[in-house]
């Protein structure tokens, strides 16, 4: 299994950068890697979604996503049922001047 964390801060409410971040028309926008992503559904817990990412040399990795958490706005939580071995999870945290992810 791949950990990662990934902390930042943005000058917006938690609700809108949840919005944000579980949207995946916008996955591309903030995850360099991903080309494309398409759930098969409205976003929710046990969502799947079809992602395709680039790789160093041209390659292209497709992978499928289940949604494991949804908490709007506090938390989100996937793993990789096809594809590497990733599970990630996001907190939101309201701080004074936005949201801590």
Same mark, same amino acid.
């Given at each position: 299994?791949?950990?990662?964390?990934?902390?930042?801060?943005?000058? %917006?409410?938690?609700?809108?950068?949840?919005?944000?971040?579980?949207d995946?028309? /916008?996955?591309? *926008?903030?995850?360099?890697?991903? @080309?494309?992503? +398409?759930?098969?559904?409205?976003?929710?817990?046990?969502? /799947?979604? %079809?992602? @395709?990412?680039?790789?160093?040399?041209?390659?292209?990795? /497709? *992978? @499928?996503?289940?949604?494991?958490e949804?908490?709007?706005? %506090?938390?989100?939580?996937? %793993?990789?049922?096809?594809?590497?071995?990733?599970?990630?999870q996001?907190?939101?945290?309201? +701080?004074?001047?936005? +949201?801590?992810?």
């Amino acid at each position: 299994m791949i950990d990662f964390v990934v902390e930042r801060e943005i000058a %917006r409410s938690p609700a809108e950068v949840f919005a944000y971040v579980t949207d995946a028309s /916008k996955l591309a *926008t903030w995850q360099r890697n991903t @080309v494309s992503a +398409t759930p098969d559904g409205p976003m929710g817990l046990g969502t /799947k979604i %079809r992602e @395709v990412h680039s790789a160093p040399g041209g390659t292209r990795i /497709k *992978t @499928v996503v289940e949604v494991v958490e949804y908490e709007p706005p %506090r938390s989100f939580g996937m %793993r990789i049922i096809e594809g590497p071995p990733v599970h990630g999870q996001i907190t939101f945290e309201p +701080t004074d001047v936005g +949201t801590d992810f």
